[in-house]
Nanobody, 117 residues
Framework: QVQLVESGGGSVQSGGSLRLSCAPS????????MGWYRQVPGNERELVAA???????NYADSVKGRFTVSRDKSKNTLYLQMSSLKPEDTAVYYC???????????WGQGTQVTVSS
């Protein structure tokens, strides 16, 4: 079974940076959507940043100007460069992948990001 493997989470002080990576454990063709989402206990999972089809990146208002999402199509790897981190960015970050035909609709296991003030 194909899984999404996430890495790069950790603890950082306010104003610091982290880079998250997400890649499937096997090659998946025809990817339609790859994105980063985050969840705080007691809250719903929310979009952080995503790339869908051939459209440009889509960002949550709260991270615009601070986070950059990018995708290396040759490696099917999605990155999230997070800068100027704030304590309110603390959450578990999840990667999501979906193919055009819906054959693959996969969530990663999540990676913890903790920002201290």
């Amino acid at each position: 079974q194909v899984q999404l493997v996430e890495s790069g989470g950790g603890s950082v002080q306010s104003g610091g940076s982290l880079r998250l990576s997400c890649a499937p454990s096997a090659n998946i063709p025809n990817i339609y959507h790859m994105g980063w989402y985050r969840q705080v206990p007691g809250n719903e999972r929310e979009l952080v940043a995503a790339i869908t089809g051939d459209s440009g990146p889509n960002y949550a208002d709260s991270v615009k100007g601070r986070f950059t999402v990018s995708r290396d199509k040759s490696k099917n790897t999605l990155y999230l460069q997070m800068s100027s981190l704030k304590p309110e960015d603390t959450a578990v970050y999840y990667c999501w992948l979906r193919t055009w035909d819906g054959r693959y609709d996969i969530w990663g296991q999540g990676t913890q990001v903790t920002v201290s003030s």
